[in-house]
């Protein structure tokens, strides 16, 4: 009995000190991949820029544009073939308004064109001869306004001026014509049904507090992207082999050894600049910022990993490190307007909506937003949460998949030579 335990004690220790020697085996990889990957951002200057300075910087210059929010004074011009009271009226209340200055006048419809085709003028606003003489008939009268759809803001700005102005002109005439004998009865019949206009969300109706959180959060995968991308096509410029692993280095023996060695380093710089984006840079610029510190934190934690195992998927595909820049930049624009901010989510057809699945930005930035901007709790965004832990999971095995079939390349060209 004695003999027996001896040899079971013998054999577990055995087991425990050779799982702990090959524990500190994989550990030593992974912290010396790590300390390569590392040295590797530092000294490339390409890989620098897209991981460390593009996320610092980038967001300053584009919140910075748009800090202002809304246009004002917006150029344009008239044509006023009424020469009347009424439409001198609609002219200098428009100009006076905050969003929108009267620039020109012109003889007819074909020179403002040609105004707005030099770019010199927004919109422009067509007053008709009969204008005056169909009001005092008791009939409606039209006011045309053509506006330069190139620029979103600029258009707000024209048309929702000239509906404003043209509804208070038509308000004062309603009050004249109704015979009424107190204020009271010229409100209701201004406004027979009272609105609160309350924006949501939104307060100042800016164009920045509605897309800059969305574009933070797509700055952030593309530029780890970017990153991992033009590091792997470095790689596999400088190896002998075309691969992405080298051949000669001992140290490289193993996909969940590599692609947790390299996942470490850049989870580390992706840290730094997620907590920048997400936190810096809104209070900076003013931004609506109503998420509490453990809610971002539990949406920051999935989405970064799942972001860093998509780039290392995707630079496996890349041969040469420019192609990645080609491939990113080119999705930037559909890849925000897939996320539902831009354009509707429910105008989004099908099958476009089943590739926005491919992409972390996807649920990224529609839980941030929901988070940072309406005030959403944890529970309010934990579909999304589980579905960027299914990417993490996902990309991180088909990433082990891929430096697998390196490895095994690398080692057989070892071999081979």
Known sequence: MSIFHKKLTFGLGSHIVAFFRKYKEHLTDVLYIWRKEMTKVILDEGVLMFLVIVPLGYPLLYSWIYNNETVHEVPVVIVDQSHSQLSRQFIHDCDASPDVQVKYYAEDLDEARSLVSRQLVRGIYLIPSDFATRISRGLQGTISVYCDMSLMLAYKAVYQTAMIEAGRIGAGLSIKRSGNYSKREDAITVQPLAIDDVAMFNPSGGYGSCVLPAVLMLILQQTLALGIG??????????????????????????????????????????????????????????????????????????????????????????????????????????????????????????????SWLFPSTFGVRAFIRVNSMGASFSQILPEIRILLIQAAVYLGLACLVYRHQFRLARKYAIDN
């Open 230 to 355: 033009m590091s792997a096509g470095t790689a596999r410029e400088r190896h002998r082999n075309g691969q992405l692993i080298p051949d000669d280095d001992p140290h490289y023996r193993g996909a969940y050894r590599i692609v947790s060695g390299k996942a470490l380093c850049y989870g580390m710089i992706a840290t730094v600049t997620s907590a920048y984006l997400s936190m810096a840079v809104p209070r900076m610029f003013s931004f609506p910022q109503l998420a509490n510190g453990w809610t971002l934190l539990m949406l920051l934690l999935p989405y970064t990993m799942a972001c860093i195992f998509f780039g290392m998927t995707v630079s496996c595909l890349v041969r040469y490190r420019e192609n990645v820049m080609l491939l990113m930049v080119f999705v930037s624009v559909p890849l925000l307007f897939l996320t539902g901010v831009s354009w509707p989510q429910s105008s989004i057809p099908g099958a476009w909506q089943g590739v």
